[in-house]
Each structure stands twice: as C-alpha cells, then as structure tokens.
C-alpha cells in the first residue's frame, strides 16, 4: 500500500495565481480530509467527504478556497487568486470505513505565497 | 465543539529515560477515539497510539502508553525508554462520533544524548 500520496511537495507562487493540490486516498477508505497547518494555528481542518460528497466545509477560509473529489481515487484542493497569508503546509489524509481507525496523512504540500 | 488543549509547547528527555506528555480535551460525547500522532522533521504525521474512549485498559504499544482518565478527560502519552528518534512534535487528537479529528496545538519533545 503506497499510503495518501499529495502533490507536489512544494510549492511556490506568485501572489495572485491559482494554485492546485493533489490527494490521492488509500485505496478502499471513504472518508477523505483536507488540512492546513500553521505554527500560529496548528492543525486545521478544512473540507472533509465521506464517499467524494462533502460533508463539512466550514473550516474553508473563504470563497477562494474550494475542494473537489470527483472520484474516490482523487482530490483536488484549489486556491484562486493566492495570498501570502495562504502560506503553510497542506496535509491530506484518508480513514477507512471502520469506526475506531485513525486518519492516515500524506507528506503534506508546503505552499508558499510570494 | 471539541477542544483539544496540549498544554507544553515543548518538553525535553535525557535518551533513556521517560517523559510523559499532558492532553486533555472537552467533549460531551459518551463514545469517541483518542490518538496520539507524532510529526519528525519529515512532516509525515505517523500514529503512535489510538484508545476507544469505552475501554478502560489502557492502550500500550511497546515503549509508548497512555493513561486515559476519562472522567478527567485527560490523555496522556508516556514514552518510555527515550530514543534519539523520538525526537519530535507529539499532537493529542481527538475523533468524533460525526468523523470530525480535532488536534491540539503540538508538543515538541526533544531527546538529549
């Protein structure tokens, strides 16, 4: 099992631009989250699908912010226009349908706003 | 909502030696899921530890344990046995009934040889 695979691992952007990230779950777990992590916040959730519909979306930001799952293999995390403050490390993780198992996280996207 | 609350930013642990790190959380759930996540420099969050708040025994898993006080609702994490590659930031987190994983703010152990 190749784990939540995100990309890219880093990424640099011009303030303004649109910036995408990519989550790949594990195969076989249905529940898909997307997280941003500050030193000033910590952890945050933002999004989260059970079987690619969106459950919760109240920890996004604002309206620049939008996440799509249009498949259980694949999830995108869109950012349009960036701002530096979007700067930070994005995790993406995967749980599967059993009740008491963790959240398995990708390596994260480090994403700076410049 | 849930809060998670890590009290100590940081902690340091002489290697072989034990060190115990504080949560505790607020919830009025009866039935949840307790974990413990450590972050290296890597960045990649990797599970420690997981407790089913319905069970009483405390969970173990070789050098790490917890001691879960749920009328208290605390959570602690005891690493035993210190390594140099224990070296790392330890996040308390907290699962729902509704799915929802809520994070502390971290605890940043450092190992000293």
């Known amino acids: 099992d190749a784990g939540v695979i995100q990309s890219p691992r880093h990424e640099v952007t011009e303030m303004g631009q649109e910036v995408t990230l990519r989550c790949k779950p594990i195969s076989g777990h249905d529940y898909l989250f997307w997280y941003r992590q500050t030193m000033m916040r910590g952890l945050e959730l933002l999004i989260y699908f059970n079987n690619n519909v969106p459950i919760d979306d109240s920890g996004m930001p604002e309206d620049r912010f939008s996440a799509k799952m249009p498949n259980a293999s694949f999830s995108t995390l869109k950012i349009q226009p960036s701002e530096p403050r979007d700067s930070a490390v994005y995790f993406c993780?995967?749980?599967?349908?059993?009740?008491?198992?963790?959240?398995?996280f990708g390596q994260g996207t480090r994403l700076t706003v410049v | 909502a849930q809060t998670v609350t890590q009290s100590q930013p940081e902690m340091s642990v002489q290697e072989a030696e034990t060190v115990t790190l504080s949560c505790t959380y607020d919830t009025s759930e009866s039935d949840y899921y307790l974990f413990w996540y450590k972050q290296p420099p890597s960045r990649q969050m990797i599970l420690v530890i997981r407790?089913?708040?319905?069970?009483?025994q405390n969970a173990t898993e070789n050098r790490f344990s917890v001691n879960f006080q749920k009328a208290a609702k605390s959570f602690s994490l005891k690493i035993s046995d210190s390594q140099l590659g224990d070296a790392a930031m330890y996040f308390c987190a907290y699962r729902s009934a509704g799915n929802q994983f809520y994070f502390g703010t971290g605890t940043s152990l450092t190992v000293i040889p």
């Open positions: 407790q089913e708040a319905y069970k009483q």
């Open positions: 993780a995967s749980r599967k349908p059993i009740t008491s198992t963790e959240a398995f």
